[in-house]
């Protein structure tokens, strides 16, 4: 859209509400002094809200901090989501900044209460959407406005940020931050604990992180009923982790972990290929049975 004669638009947007979706145009084409000169006239700095993708999250996806800023101090809905009546998506203007690393207008948003539970893809958290190094980057943020009290610090805020960062590999002192600020090292979030998630993506420095601050290492899942042991074992033969998965496992049997947990009928055993893992269960005492979360196959593989 072109805004030439942009003070005839301003006009139009005053009189009627469909013209509103032209606020959001604006926004997205990074036009500050068209979105304030409309907000001055009254426009709704929400835009034309049946389009669900609001001014907001055009400046937020743009990284556009004095946009967003100004939007805020009108009054826009920090998370209004929006809908992807093909998919599903509800992405706030929070998930479509993180999303893009613009981690200052992140911060913005934060501090303006915007909820980093919020829905986004999938119906799934902010976090969740984001690779490890994404992820890291926002709890740095979350943790320093956890600090001065800006955002929420209550522990089971922090526990599901700490679930959320159990499997990725460069995010240990992360963790370490949460776990000083309260995070709850046995919490659970959608049924596993920090130290399954460690275990089952081989992280062998968080599990260690985890268990010096009291994980219970053989807690089980709420739902499968598999214990950190058995999930690091079933995961070595996937994605070529067999190493990094062996080490965890030597660190959970090194920390007591029973490697004869009996099995649990509200799922199925788990059922170990891996020769070299074999011989280690077996070092523990791993007994062959029908009763046995973790068993070990007769198939001699690799």
Known sequence: MKYTTHLVVVTLLTLSTPYAMAITDAAKAGRIDIVKELLEKGVNPNGNIPSSYTPLHAAAERGDLAMCTLLLSYGAKVDYQEYDGNWGSTDTALALAAKKTHYKVVKLLLENGANVFAGTDWASTVLSSLGCSKQTEVIKILIELSKEGTVSSDKTFLTNFLNEIASCGSATRVAKQLLDLGAQVNGFNEGYTPLHRAAMSGNLEMSRLLLSYGATVDVRQKYAKKTALAVAAKNSE?????NKHYEVCKLLL???????????KQDLPICVHNKRIKKLLKSYGAKSGPNQLIQLSNYHGR
């Open 238 to 242: 996937h994605g070529g982790g067999e």
């Open 254 to 264: 090194e920390n007591g972990a029973d490697v004869n947990v009996p099995f649990d």
